[in-house]
T-cell receptor, first 114, second 110 residues
Framework: GAVVSQHPSWVICKSGTSVKIECRSL??????MFWYRQFPKQSLMLMAT?????????EQGVEKDKFLINHASLTLSTLTVTSAHPEDSSFYIC??????????FGSGTRLTVV | GENVEQHPSTLSVQEGDSAVIKCTYS??????FPWYKQELGKRPQLIID?????GEKKDQRIAVTLNKTAKHFSLHITETQPEDSAVYFC?????????FGTGTRLQVFP
């Protein structure tokens, strides 16, 4: 079946540093990837949509300069949290659209900013 | 944009009873409605989905119904078991981004 590999699964970083999260589709081409953030006991909130070879589309209220998304190839999308602060601590998860076959999720990244 | 509301936020049932979770959506163009089960710290797992050309779909103990006119869809779990305890999310899509409901924490007591 279709697999999206997400790394790292967890990361702890110091306040002010940047963190990069990778999502890679292993056995299919993901022209569109979605990035979500999930705070404890809350729902998955869509942050942005990334399309291969073009700029990401951010949801209202999401700072595009803080959450940099790059979708340079059909199998790789990255989310970089720049100048991270404790309030950015959350569970980040990517999802690839597979058209009629629905969506495939990465395993998620637990980010803790100290 | 699409907005998905989900009720109830918590649901406690006795093992063997049925559980029903309801969602409403706002965008009449949405045509794909999946349901996910999420364990703590894990990715959402698709448990069942339905498309707008179908009114009902069943898979063993799980069923989903869709009312396009009213723009709502429901998840039905029969003969609940303790291992059904988890957080459940509905979602809606019109072929692009997937928007999630607010989630329901289901607890099944033995």
């Amino acid at each position: 079946g279709a697999v999206v590999s997400q790394h790292p699964s967890w990361v702890i970083c110091k306040s002010g540093t940047s963190v990069k999260i990778e999502c890679r589709s292993l056995d299919f081409q993901a022209t569109t990837m979605f990035w979500y953030r999930q705070f404890p006991k809350q729902s998955l909130m869509l942050m942005a949509t990334s399309n291969e070879g073009s700029k990401a589309t951010y949801e209202q209220g999401v700072e595009k300069d803080k959450f940099l998304i790059n979708h340079a190839s059909l199998t790789l999308s990255t989310l970089t949290v720049t100048s991270a602060h404790p309030e950015d601590s959350s569970f980040y998860i990517c999802s690839a659209s597979r058209g009629h076959y629905g969506y495939t999720f990465g395993s998620g990244t637990r980010l803790t900013v100290v | 944009g699409e907005n998905v509301e989900q009720h109830p936020s918590t649901l406690s049932v006795q093992e063997g009873d049925s559980a029903v979770i309801k969602c409403t959506y706002s965008d009449s163009a949405s045509n794909y409605f999946p349901w996910y089960k999420q364990e703590l710290g894990k990715r959402p797992q698709l448990i069942i989905d339905i498309r707008s050309n179908v009114g009902e779909k069943k898979d063993q103990r799980i069923a989903v119904t869709l009312n396009k006119t009213a723009k709502h869809f429901s998840l039905h779990i029969t003969e609940t078991q303790p291992e059904d305890s988890a957080v459940y999310f509905c979602a809606a899509s019109k072929g692009d981004k997937l928007i999630f409901g607010t989630g329901t924490r289901l607890q099944v007591f033995p």
